[in-house]
């Protein structure tokens, strides 16, 4: 081997070291399980996903996911409550292990995080309602239009969306879901832009509003569960708890518990990730 060729490959073999180490403050597979110790950031003002229950501790579907998955690994569950704005800066700062919180995947997060293989799936829709609007709202396409109030979660899937497709509109965004509906039902909005299964739930506790949910779907999602970037020993031991979760039917049956109908997109069997 020519002394050029010795230096290329110990110039790759370094960069591949580096690529691998794990960022500052992560904590790898063995500290989580030398720790009995799992951290899980869920948002319980996102409901089923994440809620409160009548003794005022964390609940929901995520919930479930993550204690099944503690469960699986033999270790205890720490639930951390996150929101949608401060939910990866959390992972990041290394004050939770994995993340949860219909966290979509997308291109921009896949920059910063992991993720694991699917966990579930998400359709986003048009959410306003039937009388009261600013304009009449029939179709996406209405909602391009400077008199249309949107209200809408910081750092959710919707966001870009609006910022693509209803440029014309006024938008606020808030911290929360509650604080958007409380918006909507009031009259201080006119629509929001978000997935069905964020909203569905959340809009029954307003029983006096005539909500109305588009037809068309403006986009489907894959949902993952996130870890810190370089965390692929802990990603590599939850997929395969997830495969497991979908191969023995938890993930659809706790899916049916807290939304009362079946996962609009089911997730494939599919034993490769």
């Known amino acids: 081997m020519h002394t050029t060729d010795r230096r290329s490959m110990l110039a790759l073999a370094a960069a591949l070291g580096a690529g691998a180490a794990l960022p500052a403050g992560a904590r790898p597979l063995d500290q989580v399980l030398s720790s009995r110790r799992l951290r899980a950031g869920i948002n319980p003002t996102l409901p089923p996903f994440g809620t409160f229950n009548d003794r005022n501790q964390i609940d929901g579907?995520?919930?479930?996911?993550?204690?099944?998955?503690?469960?699986?690994?033999?270790?205890?569950?720490?639930?951390?409550?996150?929101?949608?704005?401060?939910?990866?800066?959390f992972l990041q700062a290394d004050r939770i292990d994995?993340?949860?919180?219909?966290?979509?995947?997308?291109?921009?997060r896949a920059l910063v995080i992991?993720?694991?293989?699917?966990?579930?799936?998400?359709?986003?829709?048009?959410?306003?309602?039937?009388?009261?609007?600013?304009?009449?709202?029939?179709?996406?396409?209405?909602?391009?239009?400077?008199?249309?109030?949107?209200?809408?979660?910081?750092?959710?899937?919707?966001?870009?969306w609006i910022q693509a497709n209803a440029a014309?509109?006024?938008?606020?965004?808030?911290?929360?879901?509650?604080?958007?509906?409380?918006?909507?039902?009031?009259?201080?909005?006119?629509?929001?832009?978000?997935?069905?299964e964020s909203v569905v739930i959340p809009m029954r506790n307003f029983q006096g509003v005539q909500w109305k949910?588009?037809?068309?779907?403006?986009?489907?999602?894959?949902?993952?569960?996130?870890?810190?970037?370089?965390?692929?020993?802990?990603?590599?031991?939850?997929?395969?708890?997830?495969?497991?979760?979908?191969?023995?039917?938890?993930?659809?049956?706790?899916?049916e518990k807290w939304f009362g109908v079946p996962m609009t997109t089911p997730i494939p069997f599919n034993p490769m990730f």
């Open 61 to 89: 579907f995520d919930a479930d996911i993550a204690r099944e998955i503690a469960r699986r690994m033999n270790i205890e569950l720490e639930i951390v409550q996150v929101g949608s704005p401060d939910r990866i800066p």
């Open 98 to 108: 994995i993340v949860l919180g219909a966290i979509t995947r997308t291109v921009e």
């Open 114 to 160: 992991d993720y694991t293989q699917p966990l579930h799936t998400q359709s986003m829709v048009v959410l306003t309602k039937a009388s009261g609007t600013a304009v009449p709202i029939n179709a996406p396409a209405d909602l391009n239009n400077r008199a249309v109030r949107l209200v809408q979660v910081r750092g959710t899937v919707g966001v870009p």
């Open 168 to 196: 014309q509109a006024q938008v606020t965004l808030l911290d929360n879901y509650p604080d958007c509906f409380r918006a909507l039902a009031q009259g201080r909005a006119d629509a929001m832009v978000d997935v069905a």
């Open 213 to 255: 949910i588009l037809d068309q779907v403006l986009a489907s999602f894959w949902v993952g569960i996130g870890v810190q970037k370089g965390n692929t020993a802990l990603r590599d031991v939850l997929n395969v708890v997830l495969f497991e979760m979908h191969r023995s039917g938890f993930v659809n049956t706790t899916w």
